[in-house]
């Protein structure tokens, strides 16, 4: 496609379901990123692939997140056992080299906990 | 730890006069900077970035401005239009060798544009 895919575009999740949050980045595109945003907040940094090598997981903010690109295209965040303050906008993005350029957002999804 | 912030948490300008949205960083080693643009319910919008060899690029009605000296950077917006009505948001790249690949945002401007 033309940009970076998210879906779905809006998830509301009962305490302590699971979810999927799905990305498709640009094709071609080595790196993907996932970010956090909470409202009136700048994007925070969950997680960083490098094709489908998972490099940076520093931000994930505990073990109930994870992330996957198994074929180095597609990527899932799932959060298991969801709580309240999972509450944000999931964006994902995608840039075609390693480093030092610009990176390309999808719309995000934005993910409400109740 | 290392941060990107902005001075100024709202901007109200005059249709038509210039913008200038600043923001300061504390990473005197980054190399790389971009300036995003986020309306309402979309993700972040590519505007202008710089890289740490340069004090300034220009772009159509935008300039970013690089001072290390004293770690600023302002995006400067010519002759504001309704449509530049967004949020604002500076960001960095960290240098090679310290989690270089990920980019660290600042909390953002919000612009907003009086008729």
Known sequence: GAGV???????VAKRGQDVALRCDP???????FWY???LGQGPEFLTYFQNEAQLDKSGLPSDR?????????VSTLKIQRTQQEDSAVYLCASRHTVQHEKLFFGSGTQLSVL | GESVGLHLPTLSVQEGDNSI???????SASDYFIWYKQESGKGPQFIIDIRSNMDKRQGQ???VLLNKTVKHLSLQIAATQPGDSAVYFCAENPPPGSSASK???????RLSIRP
């Open chain 2, 61 to 63: 009605r935008v300039t």
């Open chain 2, 21 to 27: 949205i600043n923001c300061a960083y504390s990473n």
């Open chain 1, 26 to 32: 640009i094709s071609g595109h080595v790196s993907l």
């Open chain 1, 36 to 38: 956090q945003q909470a």
């Open chain 2, 103 to 109: 980019i660290i945002f600042g909390s953002g401007t």
């Open chain 1, 65 to 73: 997140f994870f992330a996957e690109r198994p074929e180095g295209s």
């Open chain 1, 5 to 11: 895919s998210q879906s779905p575009r809006y998830k």
